[in-house]
């Protein structure tokens, strides 16, 4: 599968391959909104993330979840 395209305003992200998780920095500049709003939310138990040592990821589809729904 290609790599997901996105809008010129946000072509400082690099090409992000399909079903790969998502840094919580690339989420939140993906869907306009703070890396600190995707934390509250993850800890709020309104999104799903994944936590690997100290890093904290958000999964593809959660992210496309929040940008079909809103955050």
């Known amino acids: ?3 997901v395209t996105t809008p010129s305003a ?15 920095q690339d989420a939140a500049t993906f869907l306009c909104v703070s ?3 995707l934390l509250r939310l993850g800890d709020g138990g309104k999104l799903r993330t994944i936590t690997l040592g100290r890093r904290r990821l ?8 929040l940008a079909r729904a809103g955050c």
């Open 1 to 3: 599968m290609p790599p």
């Open 10 to 24: 946000l072509s400082n992200l690099p090409p992000h391959p399909a079903g790969a998780p998502w840094s919580v």
């Open 35 to 37: 890396a600190r709003h």
């Open 58 to 65: 958000v999964p593809d589809d959660e992210v496309h979840r």
